[in-house]
């Protein structure tokens, strides 16, 4: 099991720059994945950006060139680095991770932090 905790979330201005982080705990040496994704009221939740354990990267094309995702230590603790924030960004963002499955180790799945609000005022 994994528990996710976010933090950074807050309200900003169109252009400002934000940082989100994430700390885990519990089985961290079983994640392979982190990352962000974001809703908003009546939306699905949607991907803004993974990294895996290797460094691949899965972005947004809304958030490419301007969001920026990091994983410290191995499966650790995830950052996504914003900077010319707009209005269409703000969202509630939850923290994401993946675990790998190893039989006897690793259970699987996938778990989600509570979430933090990030407000663009325009």
């Known amino acids: 099991q994994i528990k996710l905790v976010e933090s950074g979330g807050g309200l900003v201005q169109s252009g400002d720059s934000l940082t989100l982080s994430c700390a885990s705990s519990?089985?961290?040496?079983?994640?392979?994945?982190m990352g962000w994704y974001r809703q908003t009221p009546g939306n699905e939740r949607e991907l803004v950006a993974t990294?895996?354990?290797?460094?691949?990267?899965s972005t947004a094309d809304s958030v490419t060139g301007r969001f920026s995702v990091s994983m410290a230590g191995v499966g650790n603790t995830a950052t996504l680095q914003m900077r010319n924030l707009k209005s269409e960004d703000s969202a509630v963002y939850y923290c994401?991770?993946?675990?790998?499955?190893?039989?006897?180790?690793?259970?699987?799945?996938?778990?989600w932090g509570q979430g933090t609000q990030v407000t663009v005022s325009s």
């Open positions: 994401y991770a993946r675990l790998k499955v190893r039989t006897g180790i690793c259970p699987g799945g996938q778990f």
């Open positions: 519990g089985q961290i040496n079983c994640i392979d994945t």
């Open positions: 990294i895996t354990t290797w460094g691949q990267r």
